[in-house]
Nanobody
Framework: QVQLVESGGGLVQPGGSLRLSCSVSGSIFSINAMGWYRQAPGKQREFVALITSRGTTNYADSVKGRFTISRDNAKKTVYLQMNDLKPEDTAVYYC?????????????WGQGTQVTVSS
């Protein structure tokens, strides 16, 4: 069974930084694109950042210049470095990845990690 587990969320003051991690486990053949999404209370889940297997990145306009996505293929882990955090960044952050495993190709989600930006 493929699992994605996020960590690194928490409470931070405006202007602060956090680093999220998402590790993939299970019987995996390959991991293609990996990404981060977020969902604030009362809002739909939205795209934050994505990184392909070759390292090409893409960001939502709202986080460009503040967030950086990276990955360690050997560790099957994707990271999200978040700097200059703002109250509007408060949300549950979810990891997502396109994974080929023994049961085929799918895009499973992690359980989410809460990020709260508040003074």
């Amino acid at each position: 069974q493929v699992q994605l587990v996020e960590s690194g969320g928490g409470l931070v003051q405006p202007g602060g930084s956090l680093r999220l991690s998402c590790s993939v486990s299970g019987s995996i053949f390959s991991i293609n694109a990996m990404g981060w999404y977020r969902q604030a209370p009362g809002k739909q889940r939205e795209f934050v950042a994505l990184i392909t297997s070759r390292g090409t990145t893409n960001y939502a306009d709202s986080v460009k210049g503040r967030f950086t996505i990276s990955r360690d293929n050997a560790k099957k882990t994707v990271y999200l470095q978040m700097n200059d955090l703002k109250p509007e960044d408060t949300a549950v952050y979810y990891c997502n990845a396109e994974i080929t495993s023994t049961i085929g190709t799918g895009r499973p989600w992690g359980q989410g990690t809460q990020v709260t930006v508040s003074s």
